[in-house]
């Protein structure tokens, strides 16, 4: 073969294959890296560490480089550069759909395309509520895009809540399930701004009037193709709203933008994590909970395949695990002990052993929780602590929770953590403290109310009202919440402590602890108590042991029996609803 022909071969063959980079040649590579600015080393060290080094084409580097070279922090960008490194690797599954990285970032475009001519452009907000579907993710991402700010809130609001949430968010246009069209035109007569019932887009419908609202397909949007390339500013501009739970008070809409740090916070994660190039990572959160969107984002960045579980079941979550042989997922506690509720014999008809990451956050994991999962499916638990308002914060891996079970772990790195007193002073060591923390993974703030903002800022820390203590090894564990806790004759209570003890009892399936009033101790304890199946609880027997391992201010001085304890839809316990909640049993 002549000189030119064996160079043209050559051309031709790194155009289409992965560039080859020897093992040998890494170290050399990463200490020249460490001249980049950060975010490019860190990067370099993500595609070592996590394999995907390995899937490198040409196309991809150049899309890489491009985004790196202009400082871009747009979400988005993720989806364009594995578009065209990974073309054919399915990014997205959900029943019979199955998108390719290169179709994911297709209609990415064709969408932030369909939705800008719709005037949903720069600065403008959109709401969206759905279920679990690719959709979610095509709209977001399509958002980060034009410069728009993705509103994403649960599809089981009400009528009321529904129209609350598009008038304090002022978003203009929406895009729904069209199971939920019947809420969208009870809540449209209440919208302050009519415009937004016109600009309905609805997931699996023909379009028309229904009601008060004017409905196009989804599928219209997909209509223009090409690529889309955001417009200047776009970047400063992307954001995505998420309305925390609303379990006191009205939801207050915490705004997440894309500052250039955000990619540097995110890559230092995962290098904290066994996250690894082709992945499959099972969604099975609400999406537009912070936790199913936060670990979808992270486990994109590796090339990751998401698999969507439309709506959580503990039989169908093991059954989605083994089909899809998926090695990572995240969840909230109650998952974990709603599927190791499960009888054993149905369990082991599902093969969970390609698990490798399990991420649970989102609520306190009890130690005997954690040590019972691990014990049935392996030390495969990592126990994260986090809020929509901070990012990921801590971590605690297989290890720390065998070490000291119900930890939150160590602070992540770029993460600062104080814990202060009621005066703003560092607490001793070992004590509880409101914990704040400053990194560059905050919000901006709560969506038009800067009270909210303000009440939660510390000089430049952050606090969502959490206490936390602190252990000789830089742990941390938290203790609950500043507004749960309970002062029983001057002594100071935390639940979370209570609740922890409870659960360790071999009868005690779940346990909730509040403070009622009380003339002569200001509060007084009560816990709520969830039985293991087939067991009976005999309270005073319960009392009895709690006193084994608990001071006495904090031994309960009432128990109720529930079948179950009340919680919103992402698992958190609704404690202001126990009360009303009829007991098994009456209280002891």
């Known amino acids: ?36 600015p950060e975010r490019a080393y860190l990067v370099a060290r993500l595609a070592q560490e996590t394999g995907m080094l390995w899937d490198l084409r040409r196309e991809g580097g150049v899309e890489l480089a491009r985004a790196l070279l202009r400082g871009a922090q747009n979400p988005s960008l993720i989806y364009r550069i594995h578009g065209a490194n990974i073309p054919d690797r399915l990014g997205v599954v959900q029943g019979d759909v199955a998108w390719t990285f290169r179709e994911v970032d297709d209609r990415i475009d064709r969408v932030a395309r369909g939705l800008r001519r719709r005037g949903v452009r720069r600065g403008k907000s959109l709401l969206v509520m759905l279920k679990n579907r690719p959709e979610f993710l095509l709209v977001s991402a399509a958002c980060a895009r034009l410069g728009a700010a993705a509103v994403a809130v649960s599809w089981r609001s009400r009528p009321e809540e529904l129209a609350y949430l598009v008038n304090h968010s002022g978003a203009r246009a929406l895009v729904v399930e069209s199971a939920l069209l019947g809420v ?45 390339e955001a417009e200047v500013g776009a970047d400063d501009e992307a954001a995505v709203v998420v309305y925390t739970s609303g379990t006191t008070g009205k939801p207050k809409g915490a705004v997440r ?69 998926v090695t990572t997922t995240a969840v909230v506690p109650t998952m974990l002990h709603r599927v190791l509720a499960l009888p054993p014999e149905l369990r082991a008809e599902h093969d969970a052993r390609s698990l490798r990451v399990v991420f649970s956050g989102g609520a306190p994991l009890s130690a005997s929780l954690a040590t019972s999962f691990m014990d049935a499916y392996g030390d495969v638990l990592y126990n994260f602590y986090g809020a929509t308002e901070t990012g990921l914060v801590t971590l605690a891996k297989p290890a720390d929770l065998r070490a000291a079970p119900g930890t939150i772990g160590h602070a992540l790195p770029g993460n600062e953590v104080l814990l202060l007193d009621d005066a703003g002073l560092p607490v001793a060591p070992g004590a509880v403290g409101e914990l704040y923390v400053r990194n560059k993974m905050l919000v901006a703030g709560y969506h038009r109310d800067d009270a909210a903002t303000a009440q939660s800022m510390r000089d430049e820390y952050f606090s969502v009202g959490d206490l936390a ?43 909730a602890v509040v403070g009622v009033p009380d003339e002569e101790w200001g509060e007084r304890v009560r816990a709520y108590v969830v039985p293991r199946d087939g067991a009976t609880l005999d309270h005073g027997e319960l009392t009895l042991w709690l006193r084994g391992v608990l001071s006495g201010a904090k031994v309960p001085r009432e128990l109720v029996t529930l079948a179950s304890l009340p919680r919103n839809p992402t698992g958190k316990v609704l404690k202001g609803a126990l009360a009303s909640v009829a007991p098994l049993e009456r209280p002891s």
């Open 1 to 36: 073969m002549g000189a030119e022909r064996y160079l043209a071969a050559r051309r031709r063959c790194f155009a289409s294959r992965p560039l080859i980079v020897s093992r040998a040649m890494l170290p050399s590579l990463l200490d020249r890296a460490r001249d980049l």
């Open 184 to 228: 969208v035109d009870e809540a449209s007569r209440a919208f302050a701004d009519p415009v937004v019932a016109r600009n309905v887009y609805a997931v699996g419908h023909g379009g028309g009037a229904v009601g008060g609202a004017l409905v196009t397909p989804f599928d219209d949007l997909y209509a223009e193709r090409g690529r889309y």
């Open 257 to 325: 933008k894309f500052p250039k740090e955000t990619l540097a916070g995110a890559v230092r994660f995962l290098l904290e994590t066994p996250l690894r190039a082709g992945d499959v990572h099972l969604v099975a959160c609400p999406m537009y909970h912070s936790t199913a969107y936060g670990f979808l984002s992270l486990s994109h960045i590796t090339g990751a395949t998401a698999v969507l579980l439309e709506e959580w079941k503990p039989e169908a979550f093991l059954a989605a695990v083994a089909r899809h042989r």
């Open 469 to 511: 203590r602190r252990d000789a090894d830089g742990r941390y564990f938290i203790e609950g919440r500043k507004r749960d806790m309970i002062i029983s004759g001057g002594v100071n209570v935390y639940p979370v402590e209570i609740e922890c003890a409870l659960e360790a009892h071999p009868h005690v399936a779940e346990a």
